[in-house]
Structures are given as structure tokens and as C-alpha cells.
């Protein structure tokens, strides 16, 4: 019964988010003293993979129990609740190189995905359809399927923000957290995650003074609100360089097919029709090259982004 009350207060704040996306969301930390809070985080999170995996102090999820979330609000009500470093370890990527992954304990598991659930209320709503990582309903394939729509395409810029995770500015992250968040409290918490650092792989613990740790349950959509901006600024840009209605014919196909349809209405021979039909079927029935047409398109999935353009570039 109780937890049915937190879960209606939580669709509050997605509904008032929906309803006007510049909504300016107070009194959230206070959600840090329901016990419930943590048993749907938990629940959320515990057949992830690696929800099992030990953090620094060697705790996982794997110890989940009362006292855990009676320790967890208590430190909250009190705003003593520190994060501890997290345990790293490098991971090979796909073009070779190495991904530092983070894990944190048991405990800060627990608080990062019940940051992760409050701040999907408030910005899941909100985010543009143009991206696709790290959010419901959407993924890798759903962010394909969208390329696979852009038919005519001439040329694609693919996109990788480099080291995207680990260069997060706090500072500007906060000041976007803010533009939505008044609720001081949740903010510094959400700072204490940032800053809580890591022990590196020869045990020495470092602070974290840029980045969003990879490994963090809060850390994707903590990125997807960095990056919202990214995609605002291209939802502009395709609404400003759109242009014109269709594509104006291409000549060198309009020759074509009144060759074709010719030799078809004077009875030409069949080899003859069936070569200028090919012929025709290899010339662009529209203008690449129309001044009058442009279209835009993006798709982003975490860092990776791919616009592209229906016009040629001198």
C-alpha cells in the first residue's frame, strides 16, 4: 500500500514533466526518506549484470537487507551520506582500446539507482525523439531502424564524442540539473556521486574532479541530459535547413524515360526497350543536386551521433 504511494507520486512528476516540459521539479530528496524507494531500486537492479559484483569495500547488492535502508535514511535525513570510490577495471573496447568500468558497493548501488528512477520521471518525458540510448523502449536496433528510413541519403557524418563519459563538466551539468531541478539537497547529492572518485587498479584512490563514471546506474541518463542540449541544438538545425517540398526531376531522366517510352510505343525490339529500360533504371529520378531541396536527419545513441544530408557540398 505504502510503496503504491511512492510509485503515484513518482507518475506525479512524470505527468507535470509531460505536461509542460519546462516544469521546475521541487522537494525531491525528501523522497530519499521512504523506505520503499530503495526496495523498487533494488528491485530494479538486482538481476542486472554485475548487480552482484562487489564495490571497494567488497559489498554488493548480494547483501540487501533492512538495515541497510534504515542506515541509508538516517545518513540522508542527516545529508552525511557519502559515497565511497568505486573499484575500476579496464575492459576492452571494439577498435581496441580500453574502457575504464566502475564499481560501487552495495549500498551506493542502491542510492544511484534511485537517482536514476526520480530523474527518468522528470526527463524521459522531455528527451527528443532523436535519441536512443540508454532509454526505454529504445536501443541500438531502434536507432538503425531510424537510419534505415533516410532513403536518398548523399553523404552521412558519423559522430564519437571522444572520452564523452569522463570529460562531464560538473559545473555544467549542474547548471542544466538546475534549469529543472529546484531541490539544493538532491543537486548536492547528485554531486557526491560525481565526486566520489575511484581506486585505480594499483589500489591508490583518486577524486573525480570531470567525468561520469561508467558503471554508475545513474550514469546513462546523467550523459543523456549532457547531451540533450547536442540534440536541441540539431532539432534547430533541421528545422531551419529543411527545404522545399519535393525534389525538382532529373533531367537526364526525363531523357531517359521519353527514350524508353518511345522505343515501347513504336514497337522497337525487345532488346533495344529492355536496354534503355536499365539504362533508365540507373539515372536518379531526382535532382541531387536541386538547390531549391535540402532535408536534415539525426539519430544519436549515447555518444555516437549520425546526421546527414539529402544535398551535395561543394
Known amino acids: 500500500m505504502e510503496q503504491s504511494k511512492l510509485m503515484e507520486r513518482l507518475e506525479g512528476y512524470r505527468r507535470r514533466n509531460n505536461a509542460d516540459h519546462g516544469y521546475v521539479n521541487g522537494d525531491l530528496y525528501r523522497l530519499f526518506y521512504d523506505r520503499d524507494l530503495y526496495i523498487i531500486a533494488y528491485n530494479s537492479v538486482k538481476s542486472n549484470d554485475g548487480a552482484e559484483t562487489s564495490g571497494a569495500d567488497g559489498t554488493s547488492l548480494h547483501g540487501f537487507c533492512q538495515e541497510w535502508i534504515t542506515e541509508l535514511i538516517t545518513s540522508m535525513r542527516a545529508e552525511s551520506y557519502q559515497p565511497q570510490p568505486s573499484r575500476t577495471t579496464m575492459i576492452p573496447k571494439s577498435n581496441g582500446k580500453m574502457r575504464k568500468l566502475s564499481f560501487p558497493n552495495g549500498k551506493d548501488k542502491l542510492v544511484q539507482e534511485a537517482i536514476r528512477i526520480i530523474l527518468e520521471c522528470i526527463y524521459e518525458p522531455t528527451f527528443s525523439n532523436l535519441a536512443h540510448g540508454f532509454r526505454p523502449k529504445r536501443s541500438t536496433q531502434s536507432a538503425v531502424a531510424e537510419v534505415e528510413t533516410w532513403g536518398g541519403t548523399i553523404w552521412f557524418i558519423e559522430g564519437d564524442i571522444s572520452a564523452c563519459f569522463d570529460e562531464i563538466d ?138 546527414r544530408r539529402s544535398v551535395q557540398v561543394a
Open 170 to 307: 560538473h559545473r555544467i551539468l549542474e547548471t542544466i540539473l538546475r534549469e529543472r531541478i529546484n531541490d539544493e539537497r538532491f543537486i548536492r547529492l547528485i554531486n557526491k556521486i560525481l565526486k566520489a572518485g575511484y581506486f585505480d587498479m594499483q589500489h591508490n584512490c583518486h577524486r573525480a574532479k570531470t567525468g561520469n563514471a561508467q558503471g554508475s546506474c545513474c550514469s546513462p541518463i546523467l550523459c543523456n541530459i549532457y547531451l540533450d542540449k547536442l540534440d536541441r541544438f540539431m532539432e534547430c538545425t533541421i528545422e531551419r535547413d529543411t527545404k522545399g517540398n519535393c525534389r525538382r526531376q532529373n533531367p537526364d531522366y526525363s531523357k531517359a524515360r521519353y527514350q524508353y517510352k518511345k522505343a515501347v510505343s513504336n514497337g522497337s525490339d525487345p532488346q533495344s526497350i529492355k536496354s534503355l529500360f536499365n539504362k533508365m533504371k540507373t539515372i536518379p529520378s531526382g535532382d541531387r543536386y536541386d538547390p531549391n531541396f535540402r532535408r536534415v536527419k539525426y539519430v544519436r545513441y549515447a555518444d555516437d551521433c549520425a546526421p
